[in-house]
């Protein structure tokens, strides 16, 4: 398994060719996440981390996922810092002889990595900066595991 | 260590502080008596999440034997 936190923007569709690969292979799901700009207005993202516990955090989460699917890798990718409209924030990529246990494994990952990874957004406009609200559902979606 | 809003209400990102403090709702107590900025910072810790030494914890958490507190309000990863 890889788990990267990272400036550096990365390209999501390389990431995945190289992931794809080994013997054994009968399923691979992934999600990328990209920077949107929901009403036009948006001019950067900003992510802050939590160095040391994002890294630790992840690498549970994704010990989590291992133990409850049967996986052969798991790929995760978080950057942080300044973002712009259209780069991707980060992707999950799951590996599985099992199309079912990659999808539920990616699923998990994904809402682990949403209220469970150090991470905090911070949205520019032209009026300013404000920092994004966590959601209820997203908390609440953990039940679901 | 503060993050996100937290650090920006609070003013540092980190700072050391020795403490007697038995658990963390006692370091919010003291640190929010100490100044006005860790008041308002501290005002609702049903908003704000704590880790001791970089593992969530409740507030209610023990602080023997912790080197590292950080709060920070609910991630918002992925």
């Given at each position: 398994?890889?788990?990267?936190?990272?400036?550096?923007?990365?390209?999501?569709?390389?990431?995945?060719?190289?992931?794809?690969?080994?013997?054994?292979?009968?399923?691979?799901?992934?999600?990328?996440?990209?920077?949107?700009?929901?009403?036009?207005?948006?001019?950067?993202?900003?992510?802050?981390?939590?160095?040391?516990?994002?890294?630790?955090?992840?690498?549970?989460?994704?010990?989590?996922?291992?133990?409850?699917?049967?996986?052969?890798?798991?790929?995760?990718?978080?950057?942080?810092?300044?973002?712009?409209?259209?780069?991707?924030?980060?992707?999950?990529?799951?590996?599985?002889?099992?199309?079912?246990?990659?999808?539920?494994?990616?699923?998990?990952?994904?809402?682990?990595?949403?209220?469970?990874?150090?991470?905090?957004?911070?949205?520019?406009?032209?009026?300013?900066?404000?920092?994004?609200?966590?959601?209820?559902?997203?908390?609440?979606?953990?039940?679901?595991? | 260590?503060?993050?996100?809003?937290?650090?920006?209400?609070?003013?540092?990102?980190?700072?050391?502080?020795?403490?007697?403090a038995e658990t963390?709702?006692d370091l919010?107590?003291?640190?929010?008596?100490?100044?006005?900025?860790?008041?308002?910072?501290?005002?609702?810790?049903?908003?704000?999440?704590?880790?001791?030494?970089?593992?969530?914890?409740?507030?209610?958490?023990?602080?023997?034997?912790?080197?590292?507190?950080?709060?920070?309000?609910?991630?918002?990863?992925?």
């Amino acid at each position: 398994m890889s788990v990267r936190v990272q400036d550096a923007a990365f390209d999501a569709g390389a990431e995945l060719n190289a992931f794809s690969t080994g013997d054994g292979v009968g399923a691979i799901v992934s999600f990328t996440g990209i920077v949107r700009d929901t009403d036009g207005t948006l001019a950067a993202m900003e992510i802050e981390h939590y160095s040391g516990m994002t890294e630790r955090a992840i690498q549970a989460i994704v010990d989590d996922a291992m133990a409850r699917w049967e996986l052969q890798d798991v790929l995760v990718i978080h950057r942080f810092g300044r973002l712009v409209v259209g780069a991707p924030i980060m992707m999950v990529a799951t590996k599985s002889a099992h199309r079912a246990d990659a999808f539920a494994a990616a699923d998990f990952l994904m809402d682990y990595l949403k209220s469970r990874a150090p991470f905090w957004k911070k949205e520019t406009t032209a009026d300013g900066s404000t920092w994004v609200a966590a959601k209820d559902v997203d908390e609440d979606a953990l039940s679901r595991w | 260590m503060y993050f996100a809003w937290v650090r920006e209400r609070i003013g540092v990102p980190f700072e050391d502080v020795q403490t007697t403090a038995e658990t963390v709702s006692d370091l919010v107590a003291e640190l929010s008596a100490r100044e006005d900025r860790y008041a308002a910072a501290f005002a609702d810790v049903s908003a704000l999440r704590v880790a001791l030494d970089q593992e969530l914890a409740d507030f209610s958490a023990p602080l023997a034997g912790v080197r590292e507190v950080a709060f920070f309000p609910p991630m918002t990863g992925g």
